[in-house]
């Protein structure tokens, strides 16, 4: 059976993993301080300082290098591609060099997947970026004949959850029609039709979540950003870390506003009840793009092990179709369980196109 080594940068770890064929071997968080990230100008510049801590954690755990039948990375700020698996080469880490979609912790996993591969011997590759982007025309449109809606959202957790539905019930991905949600520090919603998430509501545009403010109404956030005098960084930091749940409740911990709410915090409930009022509103609409004919609404990501949560979008949105909870992020199963779908030719692996558009 296979061995497949995933690796998950993000920006104060490196989380990796090792899996005999769909089982974990072991699995550990690697943390780093911000006095050790603080020595490096880049993100990109991290990259031996973390590299050799892999090798480190695969010696501890009696991993050799030779043992290891693909290395599988989380994907980075890439352009808009097709979901599934993608092999490292020198054109993709080009791009990510270059970062014209901005510089994130995520971009290092193609360089780590390949610095090991490259070590064994094997090939690396990423699997489902967060830049997966198969929406079809119609749900590009918008008021601006130059902006268009774009793909981004959590789509390795929520596609692995689509795929792991369909296995479950010995039915195939590429037959069904799903909605999925990932309810996280941010949310994100997909809709699944016969293989390809045609639509999605991105963080930006949906709910608000724990520490973003989703979509808000364009000339009163016009009038703050003028008044507040926000640069880019600045508006970057409000609206995508200091907005939503941590706005009003002051916590982004939802056990904490839930026990809030039981002791009679009113506003509270009021600001957890438009939460979950809009998580259902993302969830229906996308329902819309099908005509309604969706088979089942999947929850994940951590705020999924929320029964107060579960519940109430249950009860708004289950005469759609019916709830199903796939509660966490997954991350780690979901690079290794897309890498052995390859390894056993049930999905194809992609290469990365020769000409790129940066958006």
């Given at each position: 059976m296979p061995h497949i080594l995933a690796i998950n940068p993000g920006s104060t770890s490196t989380k990796i993993a090792v899996y005999k064929d769909a089982s974990p071997l072991f699995t550990e968080n690697i943390t780093h301080t911000p006095g050790e990230l603080s020595a490096y100008s880049s993100i990109i510049d991290q990259y031996s300082f973390r590299f050799e801590l892999i090798l480190a954690a695969l010696e501890k755990h009696s991993v050799p290098l030779d043992s290891i039948d693909v290395v599988v990375g989380r994907g980075g700020l890439l352009p808009a591609l097709d979901a599934g698996a993608y092999l490292v080469d020198e054109k993709m880490l080009e791009y990510l060099r270059r970062a014209p979609r901005g510089e994130h912790a995520s971009n290092l996993g193609a360089f780590l997947a390949k610095g090991v591969a490259d070590k064994a011997g094997v090939n690396a590759y990423i699997y489902d970026p967060v830049t997966v982007d198969e929406m079809i025309p119609v749900t590009r449109v918008t008021g601006l004949p130059s902006i268009q809606r774009r793909g981004m959202a959590h789509n390795l957790n929520m596609r692995a959850c689509a795929i792991k539905y369909a296995e479950e019930r010995g039915k195939k991905y590429t037959d069904l029609t799903l909605i999925v949600g990932h309810l996280g520090g941010g949310f994100s919603f997909t809709l699944h039709d016969h293989g390809k998430m045609i639509d999605m509501v991105s963080d930006d545009e949906g709910p608000f979540s724990p520490e973003r403010v989703g979509g808000i109404p364009s000339f009163a956030l016009m009038n703050y950003v003028l008044e507040a005098g926000l640069d880019a960084k600045a508006f970057m930091r409000k609206f995508r870390g200091q907005s939503g749940l941590i706005a009003h409740c002051h916590t982004t911990d939802a056990r904490e506003i839930?026990?809030?709410?039981?002791?009679?915090?009113?506003?509270?409930?009021?600001?957890?009840?438009?939460?979950?009022?809009?998580?259902?509103?993302?969830?229906a609409g996308l329902s819309t793009v099908v005509f309604g004919n969706v088979e089942a609404i999947i929850l994940t990501g951590g705020l999924a092990y929320s029964n107060m949560i579960v519940e109430q979008v249950t009860k708004r949105v289950r005469h759609i179709a019916p709830v199903v909870c796939m509660p966490g992020e997954n991350e780690m199963a979901a690079l290794a369980a897309g890498a052995l779908r390859m390894l056993k030719k049930t999905e194809k692996a992609n290469v990365f196109p020769e000409e790129v558009n940066a958006t």
């Open positions: 839930e026990e809030s709410i039981r002791q009679g915090d009113a506003q509270a409930a009021l600001v957890y009840e438009a939460m979950i009022l809009n998580i259902a509103k993302a969830l």
